[in-house]
């Protein structure tokens, strides 16, 4: 199989030297770092794991713990391992990177073999290894009671080909974000859900909406401000175009990994958009709009409805209380489509294991990802997200009133990625196509035909090196 050098050897020492070291967690039993079988019975042969993470929350359970950082759950849960694991005399060294250096430093550790034994991360960002043969398949780690636990969406997402080379964790929703007190300005108070609630509207309602906030908003109260944000300046926040690309039925990909937009179905929603830019229900210009354009518009009420995932509405809540912005009333909704059913999709968190030529090493690594996976004490701390487990989230109902409305919502969850090869290269197709859609130079039909086109060049080309596409 052919293997892609994605960095010269010259940048590699630059790249190595970028790394992050993992700050001391607030925990004593693993302020270290690292794990020992202290008063265990191991086979004596020593094995030491290197775990990667990106910034993904501070603290164990919780951020408010004292010395909380990024590695704490981690150095935690390595620590606990280390001590009941017998198998070996295992030590454990996890590090935190930047997320936007993770591709380059794991390309240059892949090269020189030195990648990480386990990596916590998005799926969304690890498919390509997958494709790349650099992780193997946790398929015999995950047993009939993590997968009654854990909806099938989640697993669905981190199953590529018959194999699963993520054990899910936690997540990160999409959805939409909307000012309820402009709805109620605008007289459109019987389409306010509740607080804790994510509110389902038909595509009719939507529009009922969108043309009622633009009729009937007070311009003394909220002046230069529209319905709805749309946004297509790069690939940022594309996941929220893509489910507007799915509002009419069009299911995207085909069970062959391969686009099919090019139908009515994707036409009509290329038109859609096209629809309500013009009609003016959205932020002037979004060829030219960022996601986070949209976002400080949203936060400035300067639109109505926008997008947003947990981070992002939980520090908007956090600066209103704060004073740091203005308050206002903040709700979910889903994103809606002409069948009635919410379009959901979800950032999926958790572990991956890379690729190691000790399979002593993967073993380990397998076991520990197993571990903290399954442990229920350390299950808790994704809390600190959106737990994928319904009984965690069963658990912090009454602490985390939403999580209930998210787990409920995960039934209609979408995989936007497909899990195809390329999906990285793919996400710098989209945008182009639809910047030409908001400024007339093609119609919503040449859009969704000119995507599917270059976009099943991206996928075929990567299909020729993926190791799952070779399988079949």
């Not at 780690?141 to 636990?149: H, Q």
């Not at 859900?193 to 595509?203: C, Q, V």
């Not at 994928?388 to 209930?404: D, G, I, M």
Request: neutral net charge; glycine residues 8%; hydrophobic residues 35%.
């Amino acid at each position: 199989m052919k293997r892609k050098r994605l960095l010269a050897a010259t940048g590699a020492l630059m790249m190595l030297t970028s790394v992050i070291a993992g700050c001391s967690g607030g925990n004593n039993e693993a302020n270290s770092g690292t794990g020992t079988n202290a008063g265990s019975t191991s086979t004596g042969k020593k094995v030491e794991l290197k775990v990667w993470l990106t910034p993904q929350w501070k603290g164990v359970l919780d951020a408010t713990e004292p010395g909380a950082d990024y590695d704490s759950f981690l150095k935690y849960a390595a620590d606990k391992f280390t001590k009941q694991y017998k198998k070996y005399d295992t030590t454990i060294k996890v590090e935190v990177i930047a997320g936007d250096q993770r591709d380059q430093l794991l390309n240059v550790n892949l090269s020189s073999g030195t990648a990480p034994d386990v990596f916590y991360e998005g799926v969304f960002t690890m498919g390509d290894y997958v494709h790349r043969g650099a992780l193997v398949p946790l398929t015999d780690i995950v047993d009939d009671a993590a997968k009654s636990d854990i909806p099938k969406t989640f697993w669905d997402a981190v199953t590529f080909g018959k194999d699963i080379y993520m054990y899910p964790f936690q997540h990160s929703p999409g959805t939409l974000v909307y000012n309820a007190d402009m709805f109620k300005a605008a007289g459109l108070e019987k389409f306010v859900g509740g607080e804790n609630d994510i509110k389902t509207w038909t595509l009719d309602e939507y529009e009922q909406i969108l043309k009622g906030l633009k009729d009937n908003l007070p311009k003394d109260k909220y002046s230069n401000a529209y319905p709805m944000s749309l946004f297509a300046v790069n690939n940022q926040g594309d996941t929220w175009n893509l489910a507007y690309m799915r509002m009419f039925g069009n299911k995207f990909f085909d069970d062959q990994g391969n686009i099919v937009l090019d139908d009515a179905k994707g036409a009509k929603a290329a038109a859609w958009l096209k629809k309500i830019k013009d009609a003016g229900y959205t932020n002037p210009g979004p060829e030219s709009v960022s996601s986070n354009d949209a976002n400080g518009m949203f936060l400035n009420q300067q639109l109505a409805i926008s997008f947003t995932n947990p981070i992002l509405f939980n520090n908007a809540k956090t600066d209103m209380a704060s004073g740091k912005t203005t308050k206002f009333d903040a709700r979910l909704a889903n994103i809606p489509s002409e069948s009635g059913d919410p379009l959901s999709f979800t950032y999926v968190a958790g572990a991956t294991v890379f690729q190691n030529k000790d399979q002593t090493k993967v073993e380990v690594a397998k076991d520990f990802v197993k571990f903290f996976s399954t442990d229920p004490e350390l299950v808790k701390s994704s809390k600190n997200g959106i737990p994928v487990r319904s009984s965690v989230a069963k658990q912090f109902e009454k602490e985390k009133p939403l999580f209930a409305a998210y787990d409920a919502n995960s039934k209609y969850l979408f995989n936007f990625t497909g899990n195809v090869p390329g999906y990285s290269q793919l996400r710098e197709v989209l945008y182009p196509e639809l910047q030409a859609l908001y400024m007339g130079a093609k119609t919503p039909e040449q859009v969704v035909k000119d995507y599917q086109s270059k976009g099943n060049k991206v996928i075929q080309t990567n299909k020729a090196d993926s190791v799952i596409y070779q399988k079949k």
